[in-house]
Nanobody, 114 residues
Framework: VQLQASGGGLVQAGGSLRLSCAAS????????VGWFRQTPGEERDLVAT???????NYAASVLGRFTISRDDAEHTVYLQMNSLKSEDTAVYFC?????????WGQGTQVTVSS
């Protein structure tokens, strides 16, 4: 099983990025899935989730700036990130949201310069 996150990079504060995470297993699309992020020495935090019915939830720190979506035909989850701030700098990962079922991928690095 692979969760391949991509789309990260270096962006200036106020800019935008769109992350993608493709799962190599179809059952990924049977669950509420989410994006997580982690900075060195810190716990991995849940940023956003999307359910099978496309209900979304966001951490307070990203509400109104990030949008999560999913394409179950492609077993892929997306994260549109707008109005990026330096505190959004982290490695971003995807997995099932309520409990991480699958092995964590390598994630994708997002660096926001101020």
């Amino acid at each position: 099983v692979q969760l391949q996150a991509s789309g990260g990079g270096l962006v200036q504060a106020g800019g935008s990025l769109r992350l993608s995470c493709a799962a190599s297993i179809r059952t990924f699309s049977d669950y509420t899935v989410g994006w997580f992020r982690q900075t060195p020495g810190e716990e991995r935090d849940l940023v956003a989730t999307v359910s099978l019915s496309d209900t979304t939830n966001y951490a307070a720190s990203v509400l109104g700036r990030f949008t999560i979506s999913r394409d179950d035909a492609e077993h892929t989850v997306y994260l549109q990130m707008n109005s990026l701030k330096s505190e959004d700098t982290a490695v971003y990962f995807c997995n099932t949201a309520l409990r991480a079922i699958y092995p964590w991928g390598q994630g994708t690095q997002v660096t926001v310069s101020s």
